[in-house]
């Protein structure tokens, strides 16, 4: 398990090589590697992974804040519902593609073998 793979990607860096950029903006993905030519999608579905990485993302830096935050009487009843509506369509569409990002990160981390360096070695 080769966890650099994953701080690569969280800086939004290639997992092969740490130069090209995985993101082009915040709303585009690169195809491939502008350095390596490392292609980024394995196969038909592959950054699917992406989603339940943008929903702990959002459960965890949103929605479980907000919850406490409301326990707390710290928010009134109508911004709890009003923050939470706004971040439940607002918060997927900024954090999906870091979040395909973050995925080809854990991808790699836990499939060294799939590198392709490390593929020619066995
Ligand atoms: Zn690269």
Redesign the pocket.
Known sequence: MKTEYFVRTLRNR?P?????AVLRTLFHRHDK??????EFSREDGFFIGGIPISYGLICGLWIVPLLVAWLLEWVPTDWMIGLSFSGAIGLPLLTYRYSQCLWLGLYFTFAEHEMPENNNQE
Do not use: H, M, V
């Open positions: 290639c092969r090589c740490n130069e090209g590697c502008s350095n390596c030519d490392l």
